[in-house]
């Protein structure tokens, strides 16, 4: 009986295994053997990635940019779940599906949607024109900012969905336990509900963080000059068949995405013990 | 024996024909792939030349609606030896590509364009130039100061006199040459400047002045038509064709032929296709077939050198083509060759310059 | 061993408490008073209010109606955190990212205690809960009869007023229960606190209280020390909730003729017992309050009745009996040398002392306070 539910539990797994070996394992070391070798052996590709400053200025400018968006979505996410959390049962799927909502639309959509809102005829300045508050437009499209509010706007749903599930785990008579033992309720939520929570919007975070690393439409469509994501690059690089080149800015910027996973995961890690065994509140 | 030799006969000839009829029926289910753009272009390519082309050739037309990344598909297919197209669209820059590539059969222009009528500059020896578009300055004419006409790159560069928002491409290829047309270089030495390292380092001093005043660097065309029709931006380099969904929506704007970059699209054979005879055929038929043009560009502004193109069309409507005579002698016909050399170096440079 | 604090125990009083939820009565005019040091279960099924009128106390719920008060001073518009008031929860609620000495120094730490002294107090605490050693665990390597001593031991060392333990034990087995109960006996005499307890298990409820109040749809239904309520239950609810009991119907005869038509027996009240029964219509007979051979007298009935089946439980047996008009009873007694244990379908006369059986009032509306 044991042994048979074994079998049938490790079974299941087979396909999502399949997957995950046919359609990424097979393509990363595809590209990784793309960047090292055309045709033969070579590192030039990443001799010349390496001693441009154009390529690490790139990389440098993508994640900064997605670790900002990861930590606004991770500061606005938090308030919004723990909401939804504490609502009743009905009402945090009514919620949810707020969330979600914009989730059905295209980003190229959301992006552009965005220009119509931030753009200089569009509906910020002509309110603000409208009532005075300017005569010239207020230049917000085409700038990093925009970038941040079409990007945050964008996976914001993401980084609520990951954080309240995990906060859905979290016993609510945790909370009432710390306020009877005399915590307000600022200290309820600081001392027993964050460090719990920690976890899963570090994880949502980091879903976002990857996520934003891959972006390049967006910050294109309105973004500023500056706002050149390593997509770009590899898009640009696999129009003119460059696969060699492309393939080598593909692994810098995976190698450069775990490195940062791996330092934010570090870095909660210390946040959270703080948290925990951090001074008298 | 007579007998026997005319019942032979008799066999002989049925067999023949039973054999022609069976050729004839083969021949009407001949049909070539095509791989071209989607889209309108698509719509009403089927239209005016597949189906035209059918009728007169019985041969069918399968189209593909080509993806931006076409030609990483192209080579995939002709290294793995399964090519699945027999004639495709070639831009002018993944010409030269794919002729390094070895990705394309060669032209037999004694079949395509037996009587030299095609300009020479059309003839390529792995594909035929069979459609223009061109890079050129779109000017919303109702945000132009009053009294005053944007006719240069020397005027776009203008600022004082031509004060607004303005936007570029996000893309090296162009502009240098647009750069370097404002600066006083001759059309005809653009691409002479452009190889040394100073005619270069020219173009670009030259975009350092224009930079504080772009708006924006656009990334695709739907783009600069949304900048241009949002009042976004006054004046931006776009495809030629854009300007009739700007017109038609109601949007005052008028192109600036002067100046223009003109990027001759190829028609090419992918190499190692099964059916190289009808391919070459349909290559004939799209490029000379003038009244099949005349017709095409009443819906789609991508006119080809078709001889006696212009005969009897719109002289309003002639005038809104790249090819048109007075149109092309005014641009200049950008070098896909310059940029397959150089796109990788000045890119770089070019993305380097843009972040700072 | 922690010294007794003057405050460490103090009274409570529910004065007239009622909180609706809607159309529901959760806690209708519940009136409670506990004395300081007390120990006093709320017994009750699941929805019989006992939960709500807890976390009353706690600050958890908002009264619609009432008072509560702790140490004559109302509590009701303070928030949990400044009631001073322990609790022990059903699920134990140790905060998992903190160990041991960290879980139980939260309360200190919260009061801003020195740190000599959070170390000396914790020290006490865990040592009281005999896990001394046990400080630098995660409540995750834990079992879960020490997970609720370390929730005990956070709920008492900040010496609150009260001590609120909700189905503390609900999650243990069997045998860890009846260990906690003694456990539990003895820091209630260390300590002198007062305890609330709630459960909905009579037997626990039995072994630890000063007072059981047993609750019905929102109120008290009868409150009294755990030997008078087993004994003298007031209504049919509570005997049938506390221990094992028959219920038997009677009748009122002519001339104080009291019948009971389901042992066809009938019994004459005497003149001093005349109020007996009063407005009633069934007693509450205890299996081991029928015994076989008792000699006739004024006070006694007795009745025939045949054996069913019978569960040997070691030095009691437990009989299964049919009356002659086939009611079933459950019948009692101890194992001895002149006790023989009586066979399937035999034939034997039962009695019982009218004193043992308690006139019983219907439903849960009992004479409250007794």
């Not at chain 3, 069997?174 to 003895?186: G, P, S, V």
Request: proline share 5%; net charge neutral.
């Amino acid at each position: 009986m044991n042994a048979k539910k074994k079998f049938t539990s490790t079974w299941l797994l087979w396909p999502a295994l399949f997957m995950l070996v046919a359609f990424f394992l097979i393509p990363t070391l595809d590209i990784l053997r793309a960047s090292v070798y055309d045709p033969e052996f070579t590192t030039k590709h990443f001799a010349k990635l390496l001693g441009s400053n154009v390529y690490l200025d790139v990389l440098w400018r993508t994640i900064r940019l997605s670790v900002i968006v990861a930590l606004i979505c991770a500061v606005i996410a938090y308030p919004i779940s723990y909401f939804i959390v504490q609502r009743p049962r009905k009402q945090q799927i009514f919620f949810l599906f707020l969330v979600f909502i914009p989730l059905w639309m295209s980003v190229l959509i959301r992006s552009y949607a965005w220009m119509v809102v931030l753009g200089r005829e569009g509906m910020i300045n002509a309110l603000l024109i409208g009532l005075g508050f300017t005569d010239e437009p207020v230049k917000m499209l085409f700038t990093t900012g925009a970038v941040y509010v079409a990007m945050v706007q964008i996976l914001l749903p993401i980084q609520i969905v990951t954080c309240y599930s995990a906060m859905t785990e979290i016993d609510l008579d945790l909370m009432r336990a710390a306020r009877i033992l005399g915590a307000k309720p600022w200290q309820a939520i600081r001392r027993v509900f964050l460090p719990l929570s920690l976890d899963g919007t570090v994880t949502g975070a980091i879903i976002v963080f990857m996520l934003s690393m891959g972006f390049f439409i967006t910050p294109a469509l309105v973004g500023g000059r500056k706002d050149i994501m390593m997509a770009n690059l590899i898009e640009f690089q696999v129009q003119q068949l460059n696969w060699g080149f492309a393939a080598a800015i593909s692994i810098v910027l995976l190698i450069g995405t775990v490195l940062c996973v791996i330092i934010i995961k570090r870095l909660s890690k210390i946040l959270i013990r703080r948290l925990v065994g951090g001074g008298h509140a | 024996m007579t007998k026997l030799l005319k019942q032979f006969a008799k066999v002989a000839v049925a067999t023949l024909v039973v054999a022609g009829s069976a050729n004839l029926a083969l021949a009407a289910d001949k049909e070539i792939t095509f791989s071209g753009s989607g889209g309108v272009v698509g719509k009403v390519s089927k239209e005016v030349w597949w189906g035209p082309y059918t009728e007169a050739t019985g041969t069918k037309i399968n189209h593909v609606a080509a993806e931006a990344k076409r030609m990483p598909q192209l080579e995939a297919m002709v290294k793995s030896g399964n090519v699945l197209w027999d004639a495709m669209e070639v831009s002018a820059s993944d010409y030269p590509l794919g002729v390094k590539k070895g990705l394309f059969e060669a032209i037999d222009y004694s079949l395509v364009d037996p009587d030299n009528q095609l300009p020479a500059d059309t003839r390529e020896e792995f594909g035929v130039a069979y459609a223009a578009y061109s890079q050129v300055l779109i000017v919303r004419t109702d945000k132009l100061p009053d009294g005053k006409k944007m006719e240069s790159w020397a005027d776009f560069w203008d600022v004082e006199n031509f004060p607004g928002p303005r936007a570029l491409r996000g893309r090296a290829e162009d502009n240098l040459e647009f750069a370097l047309l404002a600066d006083g270089v001759p059309a005809e030495d653009i691409y002479k400047v452009l190889s040394t390292e100073e005619g270069l380092d020219r173009a670009f001093a030259k975009l350092d002045e224009i930079k504080p005043h772009i708006t924006t660097w656009w990334t695709s065309g739907a783009q600069s038509v949304q900048l241009l029709s949002d009042g976004e931006v006054y004046f931006c380099p776009s495809y030629n064709g854009r300007i009739t969904t700007l017109v038609s929506s109601g949007i005052p704007a008028e192109i600036v032929w002067n100046g223009g970059a003109m990027h001759k699209s190829y028609i090419a054979i992918p190499k190692g296709t099964e059916h190289l005879k009808e391919a070459t055929e349909y290559v004939k038929f799209r490029t000379t077939s003038a009244d099949r043009m005349r017709e095409y560009v009443t819906h789609l502004p991508y006119p080809g050198w078709a001889p006696g193109l212009f005969d009897g069309m719109d002289p309003k409507m002639a005038a809104n083509m790249p090819t048109f005579p007075a149109n092309q002698k005014v641009q200049f016909s950008a070098s896909a060759e310059f940029w397959a050399e150089n796109l990788d170096a000045i890119q770089e440079r070019w993305t380097e310059w843009l972040l700072q | 061993m922690i010294e007794r604090d003057v405050e460490f125990g103090a009274s409570v009083t529910f004065d007239g408490v009622s909180k609706t939820y809607g159309a529901v009565k959760a806690l209708s005019d519940f009136n409670l008073s506990i004395q300081r040091g007390e120990f006093v279960t709320l017994l009750g099924p699941s929805g019989s209010g006992k939960t709500t009128a807890l976390n009353v106390l706690a600050g958890f719920v908002d009264a619609t109606e009432g008072d509560v008060r702790v140490n004559k001073n109302s509590i009701l518009g303070l928030p949990p955190e400044r009631r001073n008031i322990g609790m022990v929860f059903q699920n134990y609620s140790l905060f998992p990212h903190m160990n041991v000495f960290e879980n139980v120094a939260f309360p200190l730490r919260l009061r801003k205690v020195a740190q000599d002294e959070v170390k000396r107090r914790v020290g006490e605490s865990l040592a009281m809960v005999q896990l001394n050693d046990f400080g630098d665990r995660m409540p995750n390597q834990l079992s879960g009869g020490q997970r609720q001593r370390v929730a005990f031991a956070r709920a008492i060392v900040f010496e609150p007023s009260v001590l609120l333990m909700d189905e503390p034990l609900g999650a243990l087995d069997l045998k860890l229960r009846e260990a906690m109960q003694l456990e539990i006996k003895r820091y209630h005499k260390q300590l002198g606190c007062t305890i609330l307890f709630v459960t909905h298990d009579q037997g626990e409820a039995l072994a630890l209280s000063d007072r059981i109040a047993v609750m019905g749809e929102g109120r008290i239904v009868q409150i009294d020390t755990p030997d008078r309520i087993y004994d003298e239950p007031n209504s049919k609810y509570v005997a049938d909730f506390i221990g094992t009991t028959n219920i038997v119907d009677f009748e009122r005869g002519p001339s104080s003729i009291i019948r009971f038509p389901a042992l066809n027996a009938e019994f004459e009240l005497q003149e001093n017992d005349k109020s007996w029964g009063q407005g009633q219509n069934s007693i509450s007979l205890r299996p081991e309050k029928l015994h076989r051979d008792i000699s006739p007298s004024d006070h006694v009935i007795i009745f025939d009745a045949s054996v069913e089946e019978y569960l040997f439980l070691g030095n009691i047996i437990q009989y299964s009996v049919r009356t002659t008009t086939g009611k079933t009873l459950l019948f009692q007694e101890h194992r001895g040398p002149s006790v023989p244990i009586l066979a399937r379908g035999e034939s034997l006369k039962l009695a019982f002392s009218i004193n043992d059986a308690r006139p019983l009032d219907e439903g849960t509306h009992g004479s409250g306070h007794t």
